[in-house]
């Protein structure tokens, strides 16, 4: 008989970022631009149900780590202080989607909506308590993000996989 693979639970969840390295983007809400960043990252962060300090605080510290950016002679070597760059942080509840059943996603893992600007907020600090030039977009709202992603270079850091329990 064949069996279906077990549906991830809320609790398997973890805070996940989808970082573009980008040459210019920005971000607007009805019209009117909330956040502008040029060569750096666009950041969509994921708060899963259940997220703490410990996920933001270590997402916070590897964006800031993270050499992704070319040196004089075209390696990823630089990171994000060593070329000046900024963050576009956009919150993006849909990286939680469930997708294992049926046609449409659920969200079953993604924090409720207070929880999740709570986090979000407090990814963002940690950001800027490092010393980096962070802009938003506006949590909970629809936008419309414009990017030059450059490269293209893409990195998924998920908290699930990447911290070791705790």
Do not use: C
């Not at 809320?10 to 573009?20: G, M, R």
């Not at 046609?103 to 600007?117: C, I, N, S, Y």
């Not at 600090?125 to 893409?154: C, H, K, Q, Y």
């Amino acid at each position: 008989m064949l069996q279906r693979a077990p549906l991830a639970t809320a609790h398997e969840a973890a805070l996940i970022a989808v970082v573009q390295r980008v040459a210019e983007a920005d971000v607007t809400v009805d019209g009117a631009v909330v956040g502008r960043v040029g060569r750096g990252f666009v950041v969509l962060l994921g708060v899963a149900r259940g997220d703490s300090e410990r996920e933001a605080d270590y997402l916070a510290r590897r964006i800031h780590e993270l050499r992704v950016f070319e040196d004089a002679v075209g390696k990823m070597n630089l990171a994000l202080p060593e070329v000046h760059g900024g963050v576009l942080a956009i919150s993006q509840f849909t990286l939680l989607a469930g997708l294992a059943r049926g046609r449409r996603p659920d969200f079953l893992g993604a924090a409720p909506p207070d929880e999740g600007e709570r986090w979000f907020d407090r990814f963002v600090d940690l950001l800027r308590s490092r010393g980096l030039p962070v802009e938003t977009g506006r949590f909970g709202a629809s936008m419309a993000v414009r990017l030059i992603n450059d490269g293209p270079a893409t990195f998924i850091l998920d908290t699930k996989v990447l911290l070791p329990p705790s």
